[in-house]
């Protein structure tokens, strides 16, 4: 399944309705200003020395990204600001590039090219992670490499040639742009804000969805720094919002700031009561989890429809403390197998615990995964509890909001099926 079939799902007609926005065509944002958006986007400022653009998306859409913008402006790209080294935004600038110009000068953060470095170290558990997240399982990645379309390991073909450490104002054919580095969804992330045309491009610090700030399998997310940036950006007074995922706001600075503020509000909430929970004696983890009352918000650009908010407070959990769960037994924990036969025979074999699961999933699904997690754990060979514990997870993927969550548990379910309990 290629990219675009991945996220056919998630994507929406109207900004409001999905994340994964698709524009079917340039977007005017300001004077000679185009967004464009095909999963992620990319916004081209047109200036008299060439066009400015702010990501470039992923290499396997960006010709898309290209004609949108290409349609307007056939000027050469003379800067390309990478607002992380993600790749959906880093990795698709040689489709934007005029036949004959000269390289462009490539702006990113100066944390950025140790991120390419790390994803080298890691290639084979970043595909799993990735196959997992984005609604498969470990089987897609061992199909082989770039099964899924989206994946790229190593520095792009064009990597930064122009790197910054907390602030660089770049002034290009009459117009500036400020780039701000701001820890959010990743250490080296940036938003970007042109003055003279009142556009504001803030990456991934927001997707039209509760933020990216919790991510179960990646590295640490920067909640506080992220709310932080969001009302250093609230106060530019922009215009035009050009988001990294979802649609663009245009002219219609009120509801930019008003989209900012709420998201900074909803972090600066979780970061809060999650650090009180850690100082009242810093419980288990797991009693962190449900001693913070996560916000109800209406805002569509707060639901947790690709991340989810509770998944924020591990990240807060990670930052702040240790890698220990807390709970004495895991500090020095038996394998999973010697400990679920264990509690498989308790209850009279892995099927009885498998069943007892299944009673229990419509009542209380998160206590039915744990038994089933066990019984799956003590008989990965048994037809009967691979069944029933992926029927579960199959049921628990289908009832959650999020990508991840969904993908995560329908993964859990396919691992089950195959009698592999997440490996
Ligand atoms: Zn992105």
């Given at each position: 399944m290629d990219i675009l079939g991945r996220?056919?799902?998630?994507?929406?007609?109207?900004?409001?309705?999905?994340?994964?926005?698709?524009?079917?065509?340039?977007?005017?944002?300001?004077?000679?200003?185009?967004?464009?958006?095909?999963?992620?986007?990319?916004?081209?400022?047109?200036?008299?020395?060439?066009?400015?653009?702010?990501?470039?998306?992923?290499?396997?859409?960006?010709?898309?990204?290209?004609?949108?913008?290409?349609?307007?402006t056939r000027a050469p790209i003379h800067t390309a600001i990478f607002t992380q080294g993600h790749v959906d935004h880093a990795f698709g600038l040689e489709a934007f590039l005029v036949e004959g110009q000269a390289p462009p000068q490539v702006v990113g953060h100066r944390a950025m090219p140790a991120r390419f470095a790390r994803y080298q170290a890691t290639e084979g558990h970043n595909r799993a992670i990735n196959a997992r997240q984005f609604g498969g399982t470990v089987r897609d990645h061992e199909a082989g490499p770039n099964a899924g379309g989206y994946?790229?390991?190593?520095?792009?073909?064009?990597?930064?040639t122009v790197l910054y450490d907390r602030r660089v104002d770049l002034s290009v054919g009459g117009l500036t742009f400020e780039v701000h580095h701001c820890?959010?969804?990743?250490?080296?992330?940036?938003?970007?804000?042109?003055?003279?045309?009142?556009?504001?491009?803030?990456?991934?610090?927001?997707?039209?969805?509760?933020p990216n700030a919790g991510n179960p399998q990646k590295v640490q997310r920067y909640p506080w720094e992220w709310a932080a940036g969001l009302r250093a950006m609230a106060a530019l007074g922009a215009r035009s919002?050009?988001?990294?995922?979802?649609?663009?706001?245009?002219?219609?600075?009120?509801?930019?700031?008003?989209?900012?503020?709420?998201?900074?509000?909803?972090?600066?909430?979780?970061?809060?009561?999650?650090?009180?929970?850690?100082?009242?004696?810093?419980?288990?983890?797991?009693?962190?989890?449900?001693?913070?009352?996560?916000?109800?918000?209406?805002?569509?650009?707060?639901?947790?429809?690709?991340?989810?908010?509770e998944f924020i407070i591990r990240n807060v959990i990670r930052y702040f403390g240790g890698w220990?769960?807390?709970?004495?037994?895991?500090?020095?924990?038996?394998?999973?197998?010697?400990?679920?036969?264990?509690?498989?025979?308790?209850?009279?074999?892995?099927?009885?615990?498998?069943?007892?699961?299944?009673?229990?999933?419509?009542?209380?699904?998160?206590v039915a995964c744990s038994l089933a997690d066990h019984a799956l754990e003590a008989a990965p060979e048994d037809e009967a509890v691979r069944a029933i514990v992926a029927a579960i997870y199959r049921e628990r993927s289908a009832s959650e909001t999020g990508l991840m969550a969904q993908n995560l548990f329908a993964s859990a379910a396919a691992y089950a099926e195959e009698g592999r309990p997440y490996r």
């Open positions: 996220f056919g799902r998630y994507v929406g007609k109207s900004p409001e309705e999905a994340t994964f926005y698709w524009t079917g065509g340039p977007v005017e944002l300001a004077e000679r200003t185009w967004f464009g958006s095909a999963f992620s986007g990319v916004t081209a400022f047109d200036t008299e020395a060439g066009v400015v653009l702010v990501d470039s998306g992923l290499k396997k859409v960006a010709p898309m990204l290209a004609s949108m913008i290409r349609s307007r994946e790229t390991f190593g520095p792009p073909a064009l990597p930064p820890r959010g969804e990743t250490d080296d992330h940036s938003f970007v804000f042109c003055p003279e045309r009142s556009v504001l491009c803030p990456g991934d610090l927001f997707i039209w969805a509760m919002l050009a988001p990294g995922h979802g649609g663009p706001v245009v002219d219609d600075p009120e509801r930019v700031k008003q989209m900012l503020l709420s998201t900074a509000e909803v972090l600066e909430d979780i970061v809060a009561q999650t650090l009180a929970a850690m100082n009242q004696g810093s419980p288990p983890h797991v009693d962190i989890v449900h001693a913070v009352r996560l916000p109800e918000r209406d805002e569509p650009w707060l639901r947790n429809t690709y991340d989810d908010a220990w769960s807390g709970r004495p037994s895991e500090l020095k924990p038996p394998p999973r197998a010697a400990l679920a036969r264990e509690i498989a025979d308790l209850a009279g074999g892995a099927v009885a615990l498998a069943e007892r699961a299944r009673a229990l999933a419509g009542s209380d699904v998160r």
